[in-house]
């Protein structure tokens, strides 16, 4: 597709005698969001794991901005500016907010992580550096409100905030490909319109292409620009929201229904 920014070309992964994905393609525009549906052993996040370094497809390619990027490791994958999130939430739990997006910076740091404890003077490059950087984590604090929570240990903040500082350290990577894996899981009415809120603004706002694993089927309608459907690791459909939802095989392997 000439305007993808990321497309997975006969993407296949085996695992021993187990075919966990069967030769998918797919492909991710520039600017949009496309939401990948499917029950529980569809292949969804194993697909998440080819793209980001965490598995290596057993055939098949994954192209990025004209580059085969299989193979590579992750954080070869995250230098390349594609961030992701996770079902469960992979967070340090014993570091405030503050740090734990701070990390999402590391691969823009020159001097390390938390380099500023060891600092000469405030006008060093790596103070100066650390400045900025925190400066950039501020943006995100504000832009996904969690100003109360900054200072925090994660381990003390609730499950639904938890999910939303995740979802501020991927964005302090500044990626050109999120890859959202359930972020409303677990989540209440109001987190969950929240966090569809900002999903909506970082595509608005950053013009950031995304890929969502969703099982809430109204939000998949509310955020998606198209649908890829799957069921037994294979593509059986792909759409619109509308068309996806009222299609046959989807009908019958996600939704539980029979075709008339």
Not at 142 to 162: C, E, H, I, K, M
Not at 174 to 180: A, G, T
Not at 193 to 209: L, P, R, T, Y
Not at 220 to 226: C, E, H, N, P, T
Request: negative net charge; proline residues 4%; glycine residues 8%.
């Amino acid at each position: 597709m000439p305007d993808s920014i990321l497309s997975l070309n006969d993407l296949t992964m085996d695992f021993g005698g187990v075919r966990a994905v069967g030769g998918v393609n797919l492909a991710l525009r520039q600017g949009e969001i496309l939401s990948v549906i499917g029950p529980n052993g569809a292949g969804k996040t194993t697909i998440f794991n080819c793209i980001s370094g965490i598995y290596t497809p057993t055939s098949g390619s994954i192209v990025f901005r004209g580059k085969a990027i299989q193979g590579l490791k992750p954080h070869q994958v995250a230098a390349l500016k594609i961030a992701r999130t996770f079902q469960n939430i992979e967070l340090f739990s014993h570091m405030s907010t503050m740090d734990n997006l701070l990390l999402g910076r590391h691969l823009h740091m020159k001097s390390g992580v938390f380099a500023g404890v060891t600092l000469l003077g405030r006008f060093s490059p790596v103070a100066r550096e650390e400045v900025a950087h925190r400066r950039k984590v501020e943006e995100i604090i504000d832009f996904l409100d969690l100003q109360s929570s900054r200072d925090q240990f994660v381990a003390n903040l609730p499950y639904g905030t938890r999910k939303v500082v995740e979802l501020g350290r991927a964005l302090a990577m500044e990626p050109e490909v999120l890859l959202l894996d359930e972020p409303t899981a677990g989540m209440n009415l109001e987190e969950k319109q929240d966090m569809i809120c900002w999903i909506k603004d970082i595509q608005e706002e950053f013009g950031i292409s995304m890929i969502l694993i969703e099982h809430d089927m109204k939000i998949v309608a509310d955020l998606s620009d198209r649908v890829t459907a799957m069921n037994y690791g294979i593509k059986i459909a792909e759409g619109t929201p509308e068309e996806v939802q009222q299609h046959p095989e989807v009908l019958k392997a996600y939704l539980g229904e029979e075709e008339d």
